[in-house]
Structures are given as structure tokens and as C-alpha cells.
């Protein structure tokens, strides 16, 4: 829990590798030829295994179950049992990103790996190459349980086919210290106010992109940007440019949550971009610090179980669907990484597991609270208007290293 | 019993064929030597590096991740773009800043241990030196940081001191202290071993025909010195432009290096290509300065 990095298993690689060089070296031959079709795989959009038959009960169990998955997504505490009630033996491979998790799923999980984790920024990637399969969601009993906005949500249901199950969600929150600001601020205008020059952080990631257009969409209505993962080419220039705006205000882009809580602690910055469980660390350590969502909403990432188009153990991995969103384990889970769950009924359990947890993620907020959040989606070339005018994600990921470099 | 005593003078005069014909022939004694290393060396090293390269050469399907068989030069063009010459520039800048640095402080520090410390204070500061080198990377720029962040060690004494507050946690100041810090053993180690090789006799002489320390140390110790610096160099500046951990963790807003943006794209891009290409710029860089190197005579002092 002391290094809690979504963005990169970062210091793993750190201790590993010092000689980067010869990093670039070794991958070569892992992800290669998985067939890649079309040229830019984003034209005439069809989820390659729309069609696939999903099964109507769950079968015995294989003995085995591989998954790929966020550092923290498979601890012994919700594992242990799980392999004992099932038999299902499950091993773990932990991803840094969500790319690496998509090349990892390549070919269908290559007929190795059942299930992953995905983040909304991968989910559709791993959809449309078909490397990912519809599932029955009736034979997940806890799903009607969910929050309403993430039974059916746009990342990974499509035309009513689910791609999966949804696991465990967070909001992009405005982190702010209460020496600076007495009072919650109340836009995010703070991040590109040049009155806390040296003293903004935000997140060093290209999704952080669409914080910046979410907040032009409010602000600046003549660009007409709705969904800030759909920008057009003009839309995408003007979000960019405020972000090079941002850049001198920037004191760092954060990698890993422990930089930004020692960023806040030492009161090196005042305000930035954050998750909720950095406000919670933060706060138990005694750092006068509070996380808002302002009016123009914010962003947040949703997690997926996504089941493997090659998938070796399907039964197990239904299992897995089954076990994985149980109040308990939904509970557990939120506690240990710090991020919501995905089940409504998950609230008591974790208060018993760890006093105000419930209300400090917000697991039993309205639902009119998750209604101000944008979850991440993979940025495509297709905008939801048919047209093929939008700014794709690598484009997002050029335009991100041109900002911070 | 006398079965067994045939059985080892066999075994034996076996194993005494095969070490004579060994020994007879340099070149089998050689390969067979050789050639496991040479294997692993080939194999492990120069195949894994021409992998690399020839991924530069290819692309990758922006949607899936996966990778295009097609050739193109498109990432290498990309390169010469402001964003990453800037990126390149400073990485080279700030390597080359360091190793002056290090060499500065090095200097005087190997020669007080060659030449003046007693053999046991010499072994003190011998372990003092490689101490550092026993704690692991992160743990010593993490200290960094707590020393140099707003309120820090060095904020809080300098304001004791009634010297005001420095505020420099997070700026390329700060990488440039923590990598100096970090790689100086790599400096002082060939420099100690270049002046610990200077004979006696020439110091005499040259104090014979006249010369006085100063005209001493700059006619003859610093030349003789020279190829430890330049070996020493060579460390330095090769460390400090393959890193991205320190610009992660102390650098600020504006401290990206060739290693981060690399990083970058393998791991948030998935972009293996465009980090070959970008890869084969520190190779290039490494390749100039150890001919340069190699001029100066570097590789004797090694």
C-alpha cells in the first residue's frame, strides 16, 4: 500500500533496470503478429466477437485461473478462499498499464490468460480487436446490485452485449490544502490560475488530457466539446494549448500517489489533481488537506473484469465473476487499494472493515453524484457521431510528451 | 582389488589424452574456453540489441498495440522533432554537467587518498567512498528528497543559520545534485587508481629540475591523472544519460529525459518502436565519446 502506483509498476522496473538502453531490447518478439487487420483498426467499428455464444450455466471448475491484473487486485485475502471454495488455483500476473495490459490480452489472452482487469481507457481497445468476448451476465447474481451506472456502462457494454463485469471505480478529484484555500474551491480554474505558480501537480498521464478539455467544455462552450474523450482536431488544439498554458504553473507531474502525498505533505503544492485515496492518506496522517468535485464535474476510472476470447478455464473464470463482486470482496477490496466499489450493498462491510470508509469513497453517494463523473474510454478516431473526425488516443500520448517534455 | 587399480589407471590415462591433446592444440584450449561466454555475449547481448534496432524500423497499429511488420523511418524523423531534440539536449547537458562536477570534486579527494593518507586512513576512506554503493539507489535519492523539498534538511538548517530558506526540491538543481552525488565513487575510483600508479620518482624529479608543488601537480600529476578522469568520465556520463528514476522522483516539471520518454512509451504507450529508435540515441552518443575517450587513453587507466 506504501507505493501505489496505477500508472507503472514503476518501482519494480526501477530496481530492475538501470541500464535503459537495453530495456527497449527484450519485448521484440512478445507482442508480435497477432494478425492486426486493418490498417488503423479504427475504421468501420465492430466488436469482432459480437456474435460469440455465451454460455447459459457455469460449468465445473478447471482448477486453474490466470489473470491479469492491477498490483493490489488479487490479494490472499479474497483469493485464499476463493481457491478453496472453487478449487480454482489462481495465478496473477500484475500489469503496470493499461496498455501493457492490452498487449498482454493480445490474440485473445494467446490461450493463457483468462481474465483482466482493464481500466475504461482500455477496454474498448480490447473490445474492437476482439481480443475480449461477451459474457452472460445472468450468471453473475450481484450484478443487480450495482450501482445503476455501471451495469450498463458505454466502456464495456456494447449493443447491449456485456464485456464483462464491472469491478471498482474512483473519481479524479480537486485536491486542495486548507491553508491555501479556507473554503473547498469551487472550479477547477484553479489548476491553470497563475496565483499558484509552482505550486499546481497533476497526474503525469495523457488521459489527463481530458480533465483540461472537461473543464473547456464548461467554460468555453463555443468549442462545443461534449464528450471529452471525443475531440476533434480543433477541439483537441485548444485543450492542448492549455495545457502548455498549465505547464509553467506545473511544480510536477506525478508518477506514483506516495509523490503527491509527500508533494502536499511538505507543502511543495497547494492544489492538483488527485485521487481520493491520496486526500485519505493524507488526511489520517494529519495534513490539513481536503478533495472536491468541482462544478464542471471530473473525470474517474472504472475497472472491468474482462473475460479472454481464448480464455483457457472459462468456468473458473465465471466463478471468478461471481466471487468478485460479492458485498465482502467488493468490500475488501475498496479498503485495501482506496477506490469504490462497484456493489451497493459493499457500504457496511466496509465500514466494519475500516470506520468511514463507506463515506469516504463515496459508496453510498446519490446517484446523481456518479452523474458528474466522466469515466475514461479509450479515445478513438470514431467519434460517437459516426463520423471518423476524432483525435485517437496516440495522438493523445504524442501530444502529452510534447506538453511535459 | 587389483580390478579397481586397472579401472583408475583407464580412467586416468583418459583423462590425460584429453588434457594432452588440449595441450597440444592453443586453438581447441581456446574455443572450448571461449565459447560459452562468446555464446552468451552474442546471444544474449548483441541478438538482443539488433532486435531493438530492427523494431525501430517498424510500427505499431495505434489501436491494438500491436506490432507493423512494415518498414519506415517514421520514428527515427520523429526524433528531430523540437520536442525530443530539446529532451536529448538536456539529458546530454545534464550528464555532461555531472561528470564535470564529479570530476572537480574527485580530484582533490583521490589524491589526498593516493598520495597523502596514512594506509589505514586510506582504507577508511576507501570504505567511505564504496559505502553508499552498499545502500540501495532508491533509498539514497529518496533521502535526497527529504532533503531538499520545501521545509527539507537543507531549508530548515540554512534557516537556523539565519541564511533564509531554499525551496529547490523538484528542479533540474536538484537532479543535478543528487546525480553527482550518486555516481561520484565512479569518478574517484579510476582516479585513485591513475595517481596511485604516478611512481615516486618522477614527483622527485621533477622537484629536482626545480618545478614547486604547483608546477608539479600541473606538468605532471594532472596529466598523468588524465585518463583516470576520462575513464572515470566515461561512467559518469554514461550512468547519468541512461537514467529516469531520478528525474522521476527529484526532478520537476521540466526534467524529462531520453530514459523517461522511452519509458513512456513502452509502458503508457505501448510503443515499442518509437522507444527502439529513441534508444539508439544514447547508444550513438556512448559511441562518440568512447572513441573520444579511447583518444585520450582512457582504456589503459581501466
Redesign the interface.
Known amino acids: 500500500m506504501k507505493v501505489w502506483a496505477r500508472?507503472?509498476a514503476?518501482?519494480a522496473?526501477?530496481?530492475a533496470a538501470?541500464?535503459?538502453?537495453?530495456?527497449?531490447?527484450?519485448?521484440?518478439?512478445g507482442?508480435?503478429?497477432?494478425?492486426?487487420?486493418s490498417?488503423?483498426?479504427?475504421s468501420g467499428l465492430t466488436a469482432p466477437q459480437a456474435n460469440t455464444a455465451v454460455p447459459t450455466s457455469v460449468g465445473k471448475g478447471e482448477g486453474q485461473l490466470n489473470l491479469i491484473a492491477w498490483e493490489g487486485y488479487a490479494q490472499p485475502q479474497w483469493v485464499k478462499p476463493f481457491e478453496q471454495s472453487t478449487g480454482c488455483q489462481v495465478s496473477a500476473k500484475y500489469a503496470?498499464?493499461?496498455?501493457?495490459m492490452?498487449?498482454l490480452m493480445?490474440n485473445g489472452g494467446g490461450g493463457q490468460y483468462d481474465m483482466v482487469s482493464a481500466s475504461g481507457d482500455a477496454d474498448l481497445?480490447l473490445i474492437?480487436?476482439g481480443?475480449v468476448k461477451p459474457i452472460n451476465i445472468n450468471l453473475v447474481p450481484q450484478w443487480k446490485n450495482f450501482h445503476p451506472f455501471l451495469q450498463n456502462p458505454p466502456f464495456n457494454t456494447i449493443g447491449g452485449k456485456h464485456y464483462g463485469v464491472s469491478y471498482e471505480f474512483g473519481p479524479n478529484v480537486l485536491l486542495y490544502s486548507k491553508k491555501a484555500f479556507p473554503s473547498a474551491p469551487t472550479s477547477w480554474s484553479v489548476l491553470y490560475n497563475k496565483k499558484y505558480a509552482g505550486e499546481v501537480t497533476v497526474p503525469?498521464?495523457?488521459i489527463q488530457i481530458a480533465d483540461a478539455a472537461l473543464y473547456l467544455s464548461k467554460t468555453q462552450p463555443g468549442l462545443g466539446i461534449g464528450d471529452p474523450y471525443e475531440l476533434t482536431q480543433p477541439q483537441f488544439n485548444a485543450t492542448v494549448n492549455l495545457l502548455k498554458q498549465q505547464?509553467?504553473l506545473?511544480?510536477?507531474?506525478w508518477?506514483?500517489a506516495s509523490?503527491e502525498i509527500?508533494?502536499f505533505q511538505?507543502?511543495?503544492t497547494v492544489v492538483g489533481a488527485a485521487w481520493p485515496y491520496q486526500t485519505n492518506t493524507l488526511v489520517a496522517a494529519g495534513a490539513k488537506v481536503g478533495d472536491t468535485i468541482p462544478a464542471q464535474g471530473a473525470t474517474g476510472w472504472a475497472d472491468t473484469w474482462m473475460l479472454a476470447t481464448k480464455a483457457p478455464h472459462p468456468n473458473c473464470a465465471y466463478k471468478w465473476m461471481q466471487w468478485a463482486t460479492t458485498p465482502k470482496v467488493q468490500a475488501q477490496q475498496a479498503v485495501f487499494f482506496g477506490e469504490t466499489p462497484a456493489n451497493k450493498l459493499a457500504c457496511p462491510i466496509m465500514d466494519q472493515l475500516s470506520k468511514g470508509a463507506c463515506a469516504a469513497y463515496h459508496a453510498n453517494a446519490p446517484e446523481a453524484y456518479f452523474q458528474t463523473l466522466k469515466f475514461w474510454k479509450t479515445p478513438?478516431a470514431q467519434c460517437g457521431n459516426g463520423k471518423n473526425d476524432c483525435v485517437?488516443?496516440?495522438?493523445w500520448?504524442t501530444a502529452w510528451?510534447?506538453i511535459?517534455? | 582389488m587389483t580390478a579397481t587399480v586397472v579401472r583408475e589407471d583407464q580412467t586416468v590415462s583418459g583423462g590425460a589424452r584429453v588434457s594432452a591433446a588440449l595441450w597440444r592444440r592453443a586453438w581447441l584450449r581456446a574455443t572450448l574456453t571461449l565459447s560459452p561466454p562468446l555464446a552468451w555475449f552474442l546471444v544474449i547481448y548483441l541478438a538482443s540489441l539488433l532486435v531493438m534496432l530492427v523494431t525501430a524500423f517498424w510500427s505499431v497499429n495505434p489501436f491494438t498495440n500491436s506490432l507493423v511488420h512494415s518498414w519506415t523511418l517514421a520514428n527515427f524523423q520523429q526524433i528531430f522533432t523540437p520536442t525530443y531534440l530539446t529532451i536529448i539536449a538536456r539529458t546530454v547537458i545534464m550528464a555532461a554537467v555531472v561528470t564535470v562536477t564529479d570530476a572537480v570534486l574527485a580530484l582533490p579527494f583521490a589524491y589526498f587518498m593516493a598520495r597523502v593518507a596514512t594506509p589505514r586512513g586510506r582504507q577508511a576512506l576507501f570504505i567511505a567512498v564504496l559505502l553508499p554503493l552498499w545502500a540501495s539507489y532508491l533509498a539514497r535519492v529518496y533521502a535526497w528528497i527529504v532533503i531538499l523539498q520545501k521545509g527539507g534538511t537543507l531549508s530548515w538548517t540554512l534557516s537556523k543559520l539565519g541564511l533564509g530558506t531554499v525551496n529547490i526540491g523538484y528542479t533540474n538543481i536538484a537532479m543535478w545534485i543528487v546525480f553527482s552525488y550518486i555516481w561520484l565513487p565512479f569518478m574517484i575510483v579510476p582516479i585513485y587508481g591513475a595517481l596511485e600508479r604516478i611512481p615516486d620518482s618522477l614527483l622527485e624529479a621533477s622537484g629536482d629540475l626545480g618545478a614547486r608543488n604547483w608546477r608539479t601537480l600541473r606538468s605532471v600529476v594532472l596529466p598523468l591523472a588524465l585518463p583516470g578522469v576520462v575513464a572515470g568520465s566515461i561512467f559518469t556520463f554514461s550512468l547519468t544519460l541512461g537514467d529516469f528514476i531520478t528525474p522521476i522522483l527529484v526532478g520537476g516539471a521540466n526534467s524529462s529525459f531520453i530514459g523517461n520518454v522511452i519509458y513512456s512509451n513502452i509502458g503508457t504507450a505501448g510503443n515499442l518502436p518509437f522507444a527502439a529508435a529513441l534508444a539508439v540515441v544514447p547508444i550513438v552518443i556512448m559511441i562518440f565519446y568512447l572513441t573520444g575517450a579511447r583518444a585520450a587513453g582512457a582504456f589503459e587507466a581501466m
Open positions: 500508472g507503472g514503476l518501482l522496473a526501477a530496481s538501470v541500464l535503459v538502453a537495453a530495456c527497449g531490447s527484450s519485448g521484440g518478439g507482442t508480435a503478429s497477432s494478425g492486426s487487420g490498417g488503423s483498426g479504427t503496470g498499464s493499461s496498455s501493457e492490452v498487449s493480445a481497445r474492437y480487436s481480443d503525469n498521464n495523457p505547464k509553467p506545473i511544480k510536477k507531474y508518477d506514483l509523490q509527500s508533494l511538505s507543502g511543495t478513438l485517437p488516443f496516440q495522438q500520448v510528451t510534447q511535459t517534455g
